[in-house]
Every structure is written in C-alpha cells, then in structure tokens.
Nanobody
Framework: QVQPVESGGGSVQSGGSLRPPCGASGDTTRRQCMGWFRQGAGKERGGVAAIDSDGKILYADAGKGRFTISQDKAKNTQYLQMTSLKPEDTAMYYC????????????????????WGQGTQVTVSS
C-alpha cells in the first residue's frame, strides 16, 4: 500500500501562488502513477496534473498553463506549483497514487487511482 499525504494548502488572494507537497509512504517501489485532483463545492473531482509510471508529465485543462507538477524521488514527494491563482481554483486538492503501472491518458483519470490523501484546501479570494 501507498499512503499519500498532502499539505501546504491555504488562503491566498487572486494572483497568488501556492506549492503544496505530497509525501508518499509505504510501498513506493512500484512504478505507480502519481497525480493531483481537485474538487470544488458541488463539483466532481477532476484531474489537474499527473506523472505517469514512465515519468511523463501530463496536465488536464484545469492545470495547463499555470500549474507545474514536479517530483523529488529521493524524498518520495511530488509538488504542485500553482501560480496566478484565480477564485475558480478554490477547491480541495487531493494527491493520489495508483496501485500499478499506468501511462499517458490513464494518469489523469480518477478511476486509475487506488490510494488517496485526505486533501488540502485551497481558497482563492478576489
């Protein structure tokens, strides 16, 4: 099993930045996909960015242009750098890990992921 743990959310003004980390404990020797998802009030949880098992970085529409995902393998930690934040980015942000190898399109699909963090709230005020 893998346990993702997010932190680093918070409240910022429009145009601000945040860089929440996601640490992973447990069996991280598998070539899992690691991804970030978000869920706003009254909305479904959707993909933001992911790193697939081959190291390919992918962005959903929600993450393109202003968000950057990165990974520090030595620390088993990934980061989601969020810049130029807007009020519509307000959501609970979740980090997730797949149980097995996955690649490309699958890395941005919620159904691919087995292990989820508890979420970290990001609130952007205008």
């Amino acid at each position: 099993q893998v346990q993702p743990v997010e932190s680093g959310g918070g409240s910022v003004q429009s145009g601000g930045s945040l860089r929440p980390p996601c640490g992973a404990s447990g069996d991280t020797t598998r070539r899992q996909c690691m991804g970030w998802f978000r869920q706003g009030a009254g909305k479904e949880r959707g993909g933001v960015a992911a790193i697939d098992s081959d190291g390919k970085i992918l962005y959903a529409d929600a993450g393109k242009g202003r968000f950057t995902i990165s990974q520090d393998k030595a620390k088993n930690t990934q980061y989601l750098q969020m810049t130029s934040l807007k009020p519509e980015d307000t959501a609970m942000y979740y980090c997730a890990a797949s149980a097995y190898y996955c690649s490309s399109w699958y890395a941005l699909q919620r159904s691919t992921y087995t292990y989820w963090g508890q979420g970290t709230q990001v609130t952007v005020s205008s």
